[in-house]
């Protein structure tokens, strides 16, 4: 049986972004694909939402390869939390993820957060505002959900929805909105000098595709509970939502926080590109197990005499 295609690197990347993401593969290609050489992004109706940038396969080779890495990935984010716990290392790593209703956020949970160890994953999804939530700034209850030292943290959707849903309903003033990329800069440029690498990921969905995604649903008594009227309202202010996914992504983009883009018409390289992204980041952190804080041959001298 031939070798599975391994991703390669593609040329062009935006120096800025690649010295601080340490960058690898899928960095690489993913940046180009979204951005031009000098880190403009690039229009977002005009991406190929079916490509797989860094990798060549078939779908059988992407699937395989995310099996293959899951084990390697569970390692990588242990090794983060036994330096936290065992060494005092203050670092951790934010995931953002944003899509369209049916872009498949719900698999990359499913698929590649649940590879880790659960005890060191703070997985939160971040729904419409409570009453309490109302009555303080917007990043109040994002704060509360930043990760501890050793965490991986995972937003599914997350601060840039009063961002988005706002400018496309009208809910705040121009002004305002624009006070909040501010804010959202701030706040991310004060998680990375935390400590905190912060990969912010967009599941660009291709129309299309979500139409049939939803019809599947519809079509599928078992999925009905996935459905709601609120995903073809959202449906319908479609150009609405990719021009302010445009200019959230074009306000936010940043060294110490920086946005990839993931054709996500392909389930499994949508699930494969976030996998690999993990795996390059938290792999060029080059973490060893921490060394014992005790004496472990009077330990295990000890533990015999328990016998």
Known sequence: MSAEPRPETTEGTPKDIAEVAGLGPFHAALRSYAFDDAGALRDLAGLDTRATPGFEGKKKHGQRRLAEDSARLSELQELLFANAVGAGLRTSVLLVIQGMDTSGKGGVMRHVIGAMDPQGVHQVGFKKPTAEELQHDFLWRIRKHTPRHGEVAVFDRSHYEDVLVHRVEELIPPSRLQRRYGSIRQFEKDLAGNGTDVIKVLLHLGKDEQYHRLLARLDNPRKHWKFTSDDVDAREKWDAYREVYQ??????????????????????????????????????KNLEWPPANFDVDLERTRLEATR
């Open 247 to 284: 200019i959230a992504l074009q306000e936010t983009d940043k060294p110490e926080a920086p946005w990839f883009v993931i054709p996500a018409d392909r389930k499994w390289y949508a699930r494969l590109a976030v996998q690999q992204l993990l795996l390059e980041r938290l792999g060029a």
